[in-house]
């Protein structure tokens, strides 16, 4: 149990688009998911915490209009790249919180290359 | 601010041979973790660790917890080359809804 999937698992888009991820709970209620950015060969970096059916926390530096997230269901959460650039292509990782615990479950990552 | 810091960031090791990798954090934790990530891939929990003392061992790889000394170590035995891949350490700083820090990662390498 306690799988979660994204989706697309790789995106490839030119600069100004927007490009939508999903972050999935599979089999398990997620009232927060967390979103992460991680630039190739480092660590993981938080840009969101993600509550279901509240406005998300955005972390310091990370423009909340430009990475929208909608987290609409228990074990759905949406990060949106608004007019994307070049500098915007990462590879990036949510996490869901399984509701009553404090354990995180990763998904795959999507990885985001904008021409 | 909670920091977590790991050394070395980078490690080159010979098959057969042991290392530890540390992971120093800033503050009171209640909790520890530690991930494998390969290359391309998203991240693989490997431990947590909930205690002081704690003290848990999957196949080559050992990893304890010192809360007083606020360090982690993850041990390595005897290591092949599929051990290869970069190793996190992350840190919650108290229970609830928060977000782990990242420690930078250690890049092992196991060469022949």
């Known amino acids: 149990g306690a799988v979660v999937s994204q989706h697309p698992s790789r995106v490839i888009c030119k600069s100004g688009t927007s490009v939508k991820i999903e972050c999935r709970s599979l089999d398990f209620q997620a009232t927060t998911m967390f979103w992460y950015r991680q630039f190739p060969k480092q660590s993981l970096m938080l840009m969101a915490t993600s509550n279901e059916g509240s406005k998300a926390t955005y972390e310091q530096g990370v423009e909340k209009d430009k990475f929208l997230i909608n987290h609409a269901s228990l074990t759905l959460s949406t990060l949106t790249v608004t007019s994307a650039h070049p500098e915007d292509s990462s590879f990036y990782i949510c996490?869901?919180?399984?509701?009553?615990?404090?354990?995180?479950?990763f998904g795959p990552g999507t990885r985001l290359t904008v021409l | 601010e909670l920091k977590v810091e790991q050394n070395p960031l980078f490690l080159s090791m010979q098959e057969g041979k042991n290392y530890t990798i540390y992971c120093n954090y800033s503050t009171t934790s209640d909790r520890l973790y530690w991930y494998r990530q390969d290359p391309g891939k998203s991240l693989e929990s490997l431990f947590v660790l909930l205690s002081n003392g704690a003290v848990k061992q999957e196949g080559r790889l050992m990893a304890s917890l010192d809360t007083k000394a606020r360090l982690s170590t993850l041990h390595i035995t005897a290591a092949v080359h599929d051990l290869s891949a970069t190793y996190f350490c992350?840190?919650?700083?108290?229970?609830?809804?928060?977000?782990?820090?990242f420690g930078k990662g250690t890049r092992l390498s196991v060469i022949a």
């Open positions: 996490s869901a919180e399984r509701t009553g615990t404090d354990t995180q479950y």
């Open positions: 992350a840190v919650d700083s108290y229970s609830g809804n928060t977000p782990l820090v």
